[in-house]
């Protein structure tokens, strides 16, 4: 069973999304799409997604091309609001930095 507005956080988490958003897609009051996402996925929408943004910014950064974004301009691609956001949130869910994330996987150089 999906949390109320699941779908659109998956399909819209680049963009400003809210809980009203999604309890207005679920067709629920706001209070209880908050309580329902909780309880499916241990987390707020909030939490959920950052998750989400981080994993985008976490599989761009393992894929070596040569016309890579900045890190600046994936997390603005991903939706943070600034490089500076973006970092410490990707530091808090995967407990490592963008540059460790890279070596870690193997990727040396970073813009």
């Known amino acids: 069973m ?24 679920a067709g629920v009051h706001p209070s209880h799409a908050a309580r329902e996402f909780h ?3 241990g987390m707020t929408v909030g939490d959920y997604i950052r998750k989400l943004r ?13 016309d890579t974004p900045s890190l600046t301009d994936l997390a603005l691609c991903a939706g943070f609001s600034s490089h500076a956001h973006m ?3 990707f530091k808090r869910v995967t407990g490592m930095t963008p540059t460790e994330y890279r070596k870690v996987h193997g990727i040396t150089s970073i813009r």
Do not use: T
């Not at 999906?2 to 897609?25: E, I, K, M, T, Y």
């Not at 981080?54 to 040569?66: I, T, W």
């Open 2 to 25: 999906d949390a109320p507005g699941a779908g659109l956080l998956q399909d819209s988490f680049r963009d400003a999304v809210s809980l009203n958003d999604v309890a207005r897609v």
């Open 39 to 41: 309880r499916i996925y």
């Open 54 to 66: 981080v994993e985008f910014v976490a599989e761009r950064l393992v894929q070596p091309h040569k």
């Open 87 to 89: 970092a410490a949130m």
